[in-house]
């Protein structure tokens, strides 16, 4: 969890406070946080007059826009179909295995969420996978170990 | 005017008229769900689609406007496969225990499965792998997601009509559904309880919360005393259900039928409207004279009327430091619950425990009402238990009641007798027209100026309205009001209500006192109302209930002497200790999602 504090004022004052401010403002939240709180939801909902339930509605529509707690950072493994023929299962074995999290879930130390994604345009490099905002491609069980390695530290 | 062809039919329209609308004039029906006359077009089901001639596609008619020359088959071989298919693909998602369901033989998908769906289903049932919730957590309505077909009746009626968007569209593709802010439970979001959504659903996916069985059970026990009482709306509407036209006034056969199903004593909820107004008025002119006379800054001006339990709601989650603003008089049903369950059953000599009281309602916020923690003034649950206008109608097909046959007869008394201005309470400005004829009188001693007693300024359907009434000639104990204007707004639809609290709030507003009801029409158009309900029907209920107010003998309701009597006998004086333990409330400040 985060302190929305003026976050939201601040983003309402750059973007406005239109209907159709909504999504830069999700966005930004989610770009530094990671995800939307029901707190921060909820202060959007007031600074835009809207309801809170058309925000979550909208939230809810965007797979990148989470509503959930995320860690910090988040590994979408793509699940289209040439990466599940090309192994993706078998990449989500080793991070489940390594992480000790199934997909959906989020490690203890909040460093981690595993999720899988719908297909996320590397199709000629699969399996591939995003972490955050960057893909790694070509992967092996073998080489995604060390990709999330980097992320440890 | 623009000319299309219709099934070989020429028909000639106004610009803009949809192919649906101009169909109708034809006398030819297309098929809807999503469509609703109060709701904006959703074009979100596709059963009303058509064929244009030149057009690739089929086109929907609730969205597609017409044009000069269109040729339209509205019952085609592809239109009717289509609509086939449109309607098995709702019910391959809708879980279709039709003989189980509250809404069976009142549902407008299974109307169409039966003419568009039998013998075997063209897709799979998807739901019976799919988890469903079913929200049951609000006293008032059932939110089962099971049944939802996704055409977004409830979520347009709760932000155009409403402006609470309690719901909304959320997820995408097989896991869209209508969900309140992060799926919490209904009882736990902005919901005001109104039943708007309930009265729009298409299908059982909304549905109130029914206590038809509870009432049953009391009225078998022989131990209790089930008292009931009919609030002014059901009196012009429960017709509907039972086969008459819109608008017909079926008072006297509603006190028959509810004495053959076995209540006790059949009462009026008019006779506490009336009540309310001597509270409520007595009220507004006392905080008139303390803020404006004696400068008392504790009080606060405009005064709201309290009487929706939905408007109530939706004040306490939007606007709660308006709550001072609020009359503190507590609605003619639950007045009339904490009278029942002490001055009624003092004067039959009852013991409270065993007085069971029901409420007959135009209104599904009124069954969450009767729960507030507040409502238990007489020691006990003041309402025990409040049915809809629909579900009476259901008690009385089950009771093999041939209503048509009924004789008239009139309530019982105490608390049965009332005046027009208590019936008027179901209109939208009927609490504003009984308060003035009241009021009025109170600080001149002569009736409102106006002709037959009925204040025209304050009728009507126009959203928001504004009257001015001068006062002159008062009272001595009145006179810092002579010559004074009293300013007066009602509003109806929680849309148009937030308009006006949003500029009392931005102190843009100069008014006295206002009222507000929920729904669009007041309690006439209420959640609990017979299906359909639409701007034509609530007219015509609106004209029944100032026919009904027409007709009584008495029409002010300090001319009530049953009122005047449970002053004399029991509350003292308006607004007395005695009044304010009873008859008056408090309110809670919400969270705004």
Known sequence: ?153 | MVTLKINEHEAKVAEGTTVLAAAKTLGINIPTLCNHPDLCVAGNCRVCVVEQKGARTLVASCATPVSEGMEIQTNSLKVRNARKHIVELLLSEHRADCTKCYKNQNCELQTLANEYSFGEHIFLDLTEDHNYAIDRSSPAFIKDDSKCIRCQRCVRTCAQLQHVSAIAVSHKGSEMKISSFHDRPMSHVVCTNCGQCVNRCPTGALTEKTYIDQVWDAIYDTDKHVVVQTAPAVRVALGEDLGYDPGERVTGKLVTALRQLGFNSVLDTDFTADLTIIEEGTELLTRLKKVLVEGDKTLALPMFTSCSPGWIKFIEHKYPHMLPNLSTCKSPQQMFGALAKTYYADKRKLDPANVVSVSIMPCTAKKYEADRPEMRSSGYKDIDYVLTTRELAVMIKQAGIDFRTLEESHYDSVMGVSTGAGVIFGATGGVMEAALRTAYEIVTGRPVPFKNLNIMPVRGMEGVREATIKIEGTREEWNFLEGAELKVAIAHGLVNANKIAKAVSQGKAQYHFIEIMACPGGCLGGGGQPIPTSAEIRQKRMEAIYAEDMHMDLRKSHDNPEVTAIYQEFLEEPNSHKAHELLHTHYTERESY
Not at chain 1, 56 to 64: L, R
Not at chain 1, 103 to 113: A, L, Q, S
């Open chain 1, 1 to 153: 969890m985060y302190q929305t504090g003026n976050l939201v004022k601040d983003l309402a004052e750059k973007h406005g406070r239109r209907r159709e401010s909504l999504m830069p403002i999700l966005q930004d939240i989610v770009k530094k946080h990671n995800y939307l709180t029901d707190d921060v939801m909820v202060a959007v909902a007031t600074e835009l007059d809207i309801s809170a339930a058309e925000v979550y509605g909208t939230a809810s529509f965007y797979t990148f826009l989470d509503t959930e707690e995320r860690g910090k950072n988040v590994i979408r493994v793509c699940k289209t179909i040439t990466c599940s023929m090309k192994g993706k299962n078998d990449i989500i074995a080793t991070i489940e295995d390594m992480l000790k999290i199934r997909v959906g879930e989020t490690t203890p130390d909040k460093m981690f969420t595993l999720l899988e994604t719908n297909c996320i345009g590397w199709c000629h490099k699969a399996p591939a996978i995003l972490i955050n905002d960057m893909p790694y491609t070509d992967l092996t069980p073998e080489t995604v170990i060390d990709v999330i390695k980097g992320y440890m530290r």
